[in-house]
T-cell receptor, first 116, second 115 residues
Framework: KNQVEQSPQSLIILEGKNCTLQ??????????LRWYKQDTGRGPVSLTI???SENTKSNGRYTATLDADTKQSSLHITASQLSDSASYIC???????????????WGLGTSLAVNP | GAVVSQHPSRVICKSGTSVKIECRSL??????MFWYRQFPKQSLMLMAT?????????EQGVEKDKFLINHASLTLSTLTVTSAHPEDSSFYIC???????????FGPGTRLLVL
């Protein structure tokens, strides 16, 4: 069964601190793995997209890693800011042989609260 | 990045009425648009995939006669919730991508409350 599991479910940190969010997946055939940030009441915004051959990708203070062998990914947030408070969702894209509409398998997200 | 808009941002309606939600790609042509539904504290659930000029493909368990999707142009897709009921209250999000586009660009979402 294609699944994406994220941990922790929720996290509270102080402003300025770093944190790491985890994502484990059992998805096949794998196309790519994405991390999205979703503010409350808003649509998701893409942070990173990684293919099978990519181990790490950064976007400002966000750094994602991917271990395709263990099927694990992490999102590291450096020097957190109050505006980082949001839900962070790990999404894995299935690779189909035909067509362009690749199916996305969504995690439940990690709810991050950054407190002053 | 590409911009996708949704209108309205929130809507309150009486049970039994129909509600139309628009999704527009503002600065690119989207051959494919996706409609999602998200309940509180849950992940996005894909409802249907719409391709410009053809019928939408619905996910299992989604009633196509209740959730009407029209993708009449490369920049506009609409979702109509027909005869809405309180259980249809949810956050509806669209996304758009081009042919073979790996990245989907998400709209800001529409909050629907059916009384």
């Amino acid at each position: 069964k294609n699944q994406v599991e994220q941990s922790p479910q929720s996290l509270i940190i102080l402003e300025g601190k770093n944190c790491t969010l985890q994502c484990n997946y059992t998805v096949s055939p794998f196309s790519n793995l994405r991390w999205y940030k979703q503010d409350t009441g808003r649509g998701p915004v893409s942070l990173t997209i990684m293919t099978f051959s990519e181990n790490t990708k950064s976007n400002g203070r966000y750094t994602a890693t991917l271990d395709a062998d263990t099927k694990q990914s992490s999102l590291h947030i450096t020097a957190s800011q109050l505006s980082d408070s949001a839900s962070y969702i790990c999404v894995v894209s299935l690779s189909f042989h035909a067509g362009n509409n690749r199916k996305l398998i969504w995690g439940l997200g990690t709810s991050l609260a950054v407190n002053p | 990045g590409a911009v996708v808009s949704q209108h309205p941002s929130r809507v309150i309606c009486k049970s039994g009425t129909s509600v139309k939600i628009e999704c527009r790609s503002l600065d690119f042509q989207a051959t494919t648009m996706f409609w999602y539904r998200q309940f509180p504290k849950q992940s996005l659930m894909l409802m249907a995939t719409s391709n410009e000029g053809s019928k939408a493909t619905y996910e299992q368990g989604v009633e196509k006669d209740k959730f009407l999707i029209n993708h009449a142009s490369l920049t506009l897709s609409t979702l109509t919730v027909t005869s809405a009921h309180p259980e249809d209250s949810s956050f509806y999000i669209c996304s758009a991508g081009g042919t073979g586009e790996e990245t989907q660009y998400f709209g800001p979402g529409t909050r629907l409350l059916v009384l």
